[in-house]
């Protein structure tokens, strides 16, 4: 069974930042893309930031500047440093992977349990 594990939400006053970690396990034969989304309550799931071992990484336009997503293939762990927070950064936090299982000829796209960011004074 593979799982993806966030960590690092919590509550920050604007301006503050936050370092959001998700740790990949199980039977894991390669990860390609690793990303985060958020959503905000009453909006629909957005994309963050993605990370590949092959290209660049991906930034919306909202958190350009601010946010830096970095992966550790080692670890099987990807970060998003989250700076200059602001209230509109509010939302439920969630990691996704494309990973190949041991053992298995494709991939397979899954999600984290989220974690909650909230930015407020």
């Known amino acids: 069974q593979v799982q993806l594990v966030e960590s690092g939400g919590g509550l920050v006053q604007p301006g503050g930042s936050l370092r959001l970690s998700c740790a990949a396990s199980g039977s894991i034969f390669s990860i390609s893309v690793m990303a985060w989304y958020r959503q905000a309550p009453g909006k629909q799931r957005e994309l963050v930031a993605s990370v590949s071992s092959a290209s660049s990484p991906n930034y919306a336009d909202s958190v350009k500047g601010r946010f830096t997503v970095s992966r550790d293939d080692a670890k099987k762990t990807v970060y998003l440093q989250m700076n200059s927070l602001k209230p509109e950064d509010t939302a439920l936090y969630y990691c996704?992977?494309?990973?190949?299982?041991?053992?298995?000829?494709?991939?397979?796209?899954?999600w984290g349990q989220g974690t909650q960011v909230t930015v407020s004074s």
């Open positions: 996704n992977a494309d990973i190949r299982r041991t053992g298995s000829t494709f991939w397979l796209n899954y």
